[in-house]
């Protein structure tokens, strides 16, 4: 009997484990047979990786050609190559000579309207006339005209903030090439900063159940307050000072930073571990500024003589050589050391860039007032721009001059005093907006070092130096 398979030569065996990515092999006879696994147990070998699937190509940006190319141009470029030779492009030639309007003709308008001073006598002998009608005592008259004061510089404190905020959206905008600020809302996004101001007084009023009530909802008039105070011996041109103290730049630094019980108000009522250190950053940061900010004005009280912001703008009355102006800024060494100084700390006083670490929105969201929102919230934000302001008349009172004219030639000096003064503080608050969009972040152990061992150490030596001019010059 024959037998159908040879029992010497086995059939191979299959695998233990096949891997299905394999394919069949053509003969199964012919394929070698694989190796037994060790008795280690060695593993199988890894399966090859699966090849990547084809990149899908995006599709090419299209960009709007609405309002002629106005929001979005046609092709990308830099700034640099879409406005290399900007004077070759129509609509920049007509802005400038819009500018040039709007400057010149401010300028003529404040020539043909004079010094404001001249007019005060007159409102305050028609209030004294009304009221000795009326059979008032004179104290009604002096109430009176203190109120109208008060009102002129409460207002000015109030537009101010509001103007700002439209013009560092525009700066922005032109120093990164922001867009929209440039043509949404209307002429030149006028209406930007109206829309904020509906949204803020729509917005609820949200108070945190941790917090504590009355500590945040006094928070952010402890705030404003001193700031509205502050600007009361402000001069801003020819006798044009709410209250002209004797002692008016003590008096204001002093108000001033009074505002730092109030940030710490909101740190700590707010009930929130964030806002509490933003508060601490605040307050440690702003305390240590104040002292090189202070010591910086001592070279110009000891020039001036006097604590008085308008006999300090009267001492820096005249020209050199009938040309050069007389401003403490141009003292040689020490005018320049002192306006740095003074400079740099207000950038720190009014948490500005590159100084805002109290607000700090990349880890402390914003600082002492996170937990604010509507009108609460906007009362810091009108402080902020409120102390730029302020801060920008400190530096045209004690550096520039006050209202004096930069040159002593007949066109210049028929614009009155109060035009040359507001034309020098938008100057600095020009570069306060400028540092804004242009510099980084300091870390915070670095600010405080900057303070300390740069800033502190050279208004100290300043003030000698301020010494040894008055002693030898």
């Known amino acids: 009997m024959t037998k159908k398979h040879d029992n010497s030569e086995p059939a191979p065996k299959a695998p233990a484990t096949k891997q299905p990515s394999e394919p069949p092999a053509a003969n199964p006879a012919a394929a070698p047979a694989p190796a037994a696994p060790s008795s280690a147990g060695a593993a199988a070998p890894a399966a090859p990786k699966p090849a990547p699937p084809p990149k899908k190509e995006l599709p090419k940006p299209v960009f709007n050609p609405a309002y002629k190319g106005r929001l979005l141009t046609n092709d990308r470029y830099w700034p640099t190559q879409r406005w290399k030779h900007i004077w070759d492009v129509p609509g920049y030639k007509l802005s400038a000579a819009i500018l040039a309007f709007i400057v010149l003709g401010g300028l003529g308008a404040a020539a043909a309207i004079g010094e404001l001073s001249r007019w005060t006598p007159y409102l305050y002998d028609a209030i004294a006339k ?83 009530k009355w500590v945040h909802r006094l928070a952010p008039l402890v705030v404003v307050a001193p700031c509205i105070l502050a600007f009361a011996p402000v001069s801003f041109g020819k006798e044009l000072s709410a209250a002209n103290l004797d002692v008016g730049a003590l008096y204001i630094f002093a108000v001033a930073g009074a505002s730092v019980i109030g940030i710490m108000m909101a740190g700590w009522g707010s009930g929130n571990k964030y806002s509490l250190l933003g508060g601490l950053r605040s307050a440690a940061q702003l305390v240590s500024y104040e002292l090189p900010r202070t010591f910086s004005i001592v070279p110009v009280l000891m020039f001036a003589g006097s604590l008085n912001l308008t006999r300090i703008a009267d001492a820096q009355a005249g020209y050199w050589a009938d040309v050069f102006p007389r401003w403490f800024i141009f003292y040689p060494v020490v005018g320049q050391i002192a306006f740095l100084t003074f400079l740099i700390a207000s950038v720190a006083e009014t948490n500005r860039i590159p100084f805002d670490l109290p607000e700090a929105e990349s880890e402390l969201v914003a600082g002492f007032h996170t937990e604010y929102a509507g009108m609460k919230f906007s009362l810091f934000f009108l402080a902020e721009y409120a102390y730029v302001f302020l801060a920008s008349c400190l530096a045209a009172a004690f550096f520039l001059g006050g209202g004096a004219s930069p040159f002593p030639w007949t066109p210049l000096t028929l614009v009155p005093s109060w035009a040359w003064f507001l034309g020098k503080v938008l100057f600095i608050v020009f570069c306060f907006l400028w540092f804004r969009w242009t510099f980084p972040r300091f870390r915070v152990d670095r600010v405080m070092d900057f303070n300390w061992k740069f800033l502190l150490p050279w208004s100290f030596a300043n003030i000698a130096l301020a010494g040894l001019y008055l002693l030898f010059i």
């Open 130 to 212: 009304a009221v000795a009608g009326q059979g008032w005592p004179k104290l009604v008259t002096d109430v009176v005209w203190a109120a109208i004061k008060i009102l002129v510089v409460l207002h000015l404190i109030l537009v101010a903030p509001i103007f700002l905020v439209w013009w560092e959206r525009k700066i922005s905008a032109h120093i990164q090439s922001r867009l929209g600020p440039m043509y949404v809302g209307g002429w030149h996004g006028v209406l930007q900063t109206v829309a904020d101001g509906i949204k803020l007084l729509l917005k609820e009023d949200i108070t945190p159940v941790s917090a504590d």
